[in-house]
């Protein structure tokens, strides 16, 4: 028995689903359940968290609702459960305006076993002062000073070092005020400090309720048997109901307004300022409303040719902002239109040139074709399969989770048919979307934000709290000094605790296969080519990919560059804005993909997939377009090139703090592995050179004129190179497509053009070849108020006898040392260690972190713990379940159709992963600690940080400016 009804079923046969919706009449508690057949069980319980200031309270409890429950006193069960579990995703996000803490799983035991862990630490938990102190933020004594520690308050100091981060809050401020959205979720670290745990305590109880639940589930389950553990679990213990919490709404103002906003700058050139304008639509859960939004960005942003993204990249000044186009984070929708890249004087024309393509666009309109793609791509995305770091059935849920937290309908948040049909009716009218652009020119509700880069924002920030500590500190007395003592020593020996995890339900090794999962079947359909037959729901994908494995070291930051610019430049007849309306109307999907991998031998893989995908109906455009790109590219619109360049360069300036770990993951393995070496050279501070000479280059004509001579000599040289089709689709439609997709190409690209005489890549390295670097020892330098440190080693890659092992040395040292080390004690976001099996580097990382030399220290004194520590045998298979639950995690059909095919080009034989999957399993504390002596401990390592600010202890590593990287 159940406390819920069932208020309404409606049937998707697009998604070969249905949706039911549930209420339980009690507390008006909602379940919304998405019935399918997919391998994936999903599990989300959010809540409306709509706090009135900026010191992170709904972020907090976030963390620590997941510290400890009722039933499950233990100390970080979350944690503990991802070692526990096989689940496919196990998280908690704080919005906006809402707090999520969702989970998936292919098994149904341990679907239910966090079911349990969830809804206890959701609705139940201990909120204890020491963990508040731990996750949240404390006083803390260096060296006799004050400072602040906690793990929110270092992650938001991470957050504050994206641009974007204090450009959107700028704007939200002044365009939702009075609503919960002009307060900073995730909390400014300059306000944490005002939250005490009383507050967060009260929040809970205000805010976290059944009365304020929305539960959300799919896949192959019953939502009874769901709803039985609610009920007993929650619903029984937490009786009435209060109203439910809905974000405030903003009024609409009389006049447009304005404001300026300072953002982070590594160098505040003359030319990083920026123009936003900003419009408050209605409420984003209304699917018109929505619907229209999408419609405005596709019109007027959708591609090289819309009206506004050709206005800002043809002025002649300047360049499209990051932020562009509808979102809908806030209740009520918001657009936005801007330009960045400019100077002082050039802000007022930009602005005034984005209000004069608005105001042709009223008069004009835009070709119908263009709208109709629009829907189209709605009919796509409904259908796509495809996941991301979120399961795909898991996205479903998080997209549709905002309507029905803001009482809209949630059933056409999961089916649109109904709705995209009305539209394709009212497009019909050209007049329409001319209102839906002249609503933007007549809105009072507009903003418009001049954007200023601000070098001193950091130190500014930095000054601010060191004012507020010694503010702090000029009042402590002895008495204070001795309660923050006292409260850090309680927490460290907190901390040095054994979890109790008996208490924790958990998956053991001898309940998962001993044979490793099925991939994806591939059939043969011509020649070098294959196709799977998966269950895409109609959709239907091509990639026709080069071995460029032959290319030169020298031409890797060039087969880079043409990868990342060759969808946007222009095509035989056609110009760039041209090409990519075209483009854009014949599929709604296409990109192209540069991937670095390693055989099981060490031999360096590369591959360059020209990637289509679209409705089954599409299948003769998939193959046009894909043979068009490859067949007939061109290279000589200078300007176009130009532009993409210098974008390419600020984009790359402007985001060197939050690329930062990117950047030392990479150094740091770059000497032990081909395919590190790849990605450093072209992804990672050693592509910065290269940044700063095709800068030098683009200033010119000369130098443009030479930029596209070796773009063309790349693509002459990768479409001579060995070529593999692959496709999939619903049935055969992944042997048809294929065939249709070889036929277009073989005509696009005679086997006659001579293109395999490109000189300069002909005779390259061997692929077996492997550039000798010294170990890195390098502390990156860009400005920045947290740290991201790496060590790496040279160990075997996948296919030796320890490679399993390593993996699982990799998740002990994680949970049972790095865990406690780096973020428990040392108050960095993260902190892990990692075992590559494809290159063979392992590793250990720590991100956003306040500390650098104690936390190379912790990377030797994790591994002297793992040494000397008698480890139970629960705690070994709880590493093994670890590794277990990567290896079985199923891919998106599409994606296993890639993956099967890429376990075959790298020689993965099923032996190889039998063999692995055996040392997993079969592993032992013993066979830990001998990996761990012979590859890790006191072998030589590589060390790579990047360091935000180098007057603290670098820990012996050498200084490497970033920015001065790109002068050289």
């Not at 989970?103 to 204890?128: G, H, I, Q």
């Not at 540069?594 to 893989?605: D, E, I, P």
């Not at 150094?667 to 501070?685: E, K, M, N, Y």
């Not at 705690?875 to 993956?899: F, H, T, Y």
Request: one cysteine or more.
């Amino acid at each position: 028995m159940t406390h819920f009804k069932k208020i309404r079923e409606h049937a998707i046969p697009s998604l070969q689903a249905s949706v039911e919706e549930y209420l339980d009449p009690a507390s008006g508690a909602r379940h919304i359940h998405l019935a399918n057949a997919g391998a994936e069980m999903a599990f989300l319980v959010a809540f409306p968290t709509v706090p009135d200031a900026s010191d992170g309270r709904a972020h907090i409890l976030e963390h620590l609702a997941l510290c400890g429950s009722q039933r499950y006193p233990v100390r970080d069960p979350f944690f503990a459960m991802m070692r526990r579990s096989t689940a496919t995703f196990m998280n908690a996000f704080t919005y906006a305006d809402r707090t999520v803490y969702p989970f998936a799983s292919t098994s149904e035991p341990d679907f239910f076993n966090l079911l349990d862990v969830y809804l206890d630490a959701a609705f139940f938990p201990k909120l204890d002062y020491l963990d508040f102190l731990q996750e949240g933020w404390r006083h803390g004594l260096e060296d006799g000073k004050l400072a602040y520690q906690g793990v929110v308050f270092n992650e938001m100091k991470g957050a504050f070092t994206d641009p974007m981060h204090a450009l959107y809050q700028g704007i939200a401020g002044t365009l939702l005020p009075d609503t919960t959205y002009a307060f900073d979720s995730g909390g400014d670290p300059l306000v944490i400090p005002e939250l005490t745990h009383a507050m967060l305590k009260e929040f809970h109880a205000s805010h976290y309720h059944p009365s304020q639940a929305i539960f959300m589930t799919a896949g192959p389950i019953s939502a009874e048997a769901i709803q039985r553990q609610i009920a007993e679990r929650v619903l029984a213990q937490l009786p009435g109901a209060f109203p439910r919490r809905v974000p405030q709404l903003a009024e609409i103002p009389a006049a447009p307004r304005s404001n300026t906003v300072r953002i982070p700058s590594q160098e505040a050139r003359d030319n990083e300022y920026g123009i936003q304008l900003a419009w408050l639509l209605g409420e984003s859960a209304d699917p018109r409303v929505a619907l229209d939004a999408g419609l405005l960005t596709a019109g007027l942003l959708g591609d090289a040719a819309a009206p506004l993204t050709l206005a800002m990249e043809t002025a002649g000044y300047g360049r499209p902002a990051q932020l562009n186009g509808h979102e809908d984070n806030a209740r009520q929708m918001l657009f936005h239109l801007g330009m960045e890249g400019l100077t002082v004087d050039e802000v007022p024309l930009a602005q005034a040139h984005m209000w004069s393509a608005l105001e042709r666009v009223a008069e004009t309109g835009v070709p119908p074709a263009t709208l109709q793609a629009a829907l189209r791509d709605l009919k796509y995305q409904q259908r796509d399969t495809r996941g991301g770091y979120v399961p795909n059935v898991l996205e479903r849920l998080l997209a549709a989770l905002p309507v029905a937290m803001r009482e809209g309908d949630v059933v056409g948040a999961f089916d649109n048919e109904a709705v995209v049909a009305g539209l394709e009716r009212d497009i019909a009218d050209p007049d329409y979307f001319k209102n839906l652009v002249r609503g933007l020119l007549a809105s009072s509700a507009r903003l418009t934000t001049t954007v200023v880069p601000d070098a001193a924002y950091f130190t500014a920030r930095d000054e601010a709290e060191r004012a507020r500590l010694a503010e702090a500190e000029a009042a402590l007395g002895d008495a204070d000094r001795a309660r923050i003592q006292a409260e850090s020593a309680a927490l460290q020996a907190r901390q040095q605790q054994p979890v109790e995890t008996h208490l924790l339900p958990r998956i053991r090794p001898s309940d998962v296969s001993p044979a490793p999962r099925t991939l994806q079947a591939l059939v043969p359909a011509g020649e070098r080519a294959f196709a799977g037959s998966i269950a895409s729901n109609g959709i239907s994908y091509a990639n026709v990919t080069f071995d460029v494995s032959a290319f030169p070291a020298a031409d890797w930051p060039w087969l880079s560059l043409y990868a990342e610019l060759r969808d946007d430049l222009g095509i035989v007849g056609s110009t760039y804005a041209d090409a990519g309306a075209w483009r854009q109307r014949m599929v709604p999907s296409f990109s192209l993909e540069l991937r670095a991998t390693q055989s099981v031998t060490g031999a360096l893989l590369l591959d360059l997939a020209f990637a289509a995908s679209g409705l089954r109906e599409e299948h003769a455009n998939i193959a046009t377009v894909l043979a068009t790109y490859i067949g007939q590219p061109r290279f000589d619109e200078h300007d176009r090139l130009a532009f993409l360049i210098e974008s390419k360069v600020e984009n790359t300036l402007n985001g060197l703090a939050q690329a930062g770990n990117g950047y030392a993951a990479l150094a740091a393995g770059a000497p032990f592995a081909p395919a590190r070496q790849f990605l450093d050279a072209t992804r990672g501070a050693g592509s910065l050179p290269f940044i700063g000479r095709i800068e030098q280059l683009a200033a010119t004509a000369e130098g443009l004129a030479t930029i596209a001579a070796e773009l063309a000599r790349v693509h002459a040289a990768v479409v001579a190179s060995p070529s593999t089709i692959l496709a999939g689709g619903s049935g055969d439609d992944g042997q048809v497509l294929a065939g249709l997709v070889a036929e277009q190409v073989a005509t696009s690209v005679p086997a006659t053009t001579g293109f395999a005489a490109a000189p300069s890549v002909t005779g390259a390295l061997s692929t077996t070849a492997k550039e000798t670097r010294p170990l890195a020892n390098a502390a990156l330098h860009a400005a920045s108020q947290v740290n991201h440190c790496v060590i790496a080693w040279a160990t075997p890659a996948v296919g030796h006898e320890d490679a399993g092992v390593l993996a699982v040395a990799a998740e002990l040292l994680t949970h049972q040392a790095l865990h406690t080390l780096l973020r428990e004690e040392g108050g960095a976001y993260g902190g892990s260690a990692s075992y590559a099996g494809d290159t063979g580097v392992f590793s250990m990382s720590s991100y956003r972190d306040p500390r650098l030399a104690g936390t190379y220290a912790d990377f030797q004194a994790a591994l002297d713990r793992v040494l000397a520590t008698d480890y139970t045998d629960e705690q070994v298979e709880e590493a093994i379940i670890s590794v277990i639950q990567g290896l079985d995690k199923p891919d998106a059909p599409w994606d296993g159709v890639r993956a099967a095919w890429q376990m075959g080009r790298r020689g993965v034989t099923p032996e190889i992963r039998q063999q692995f999957r055996r040392g997993v399993l079969g592993c032992t504390q013993d066979d830990v600690k001998r990996v761990v002596r012979a590859w890790l401990q006191g072998t030589p390592a590589s060390r790579a940080a990047f360091a935000g600010n180098t007057e603290q202890d670098l820990a012996g590593l050498a200084v490497v400016d970033l920015l001065a990287e790109t002068r050289r």
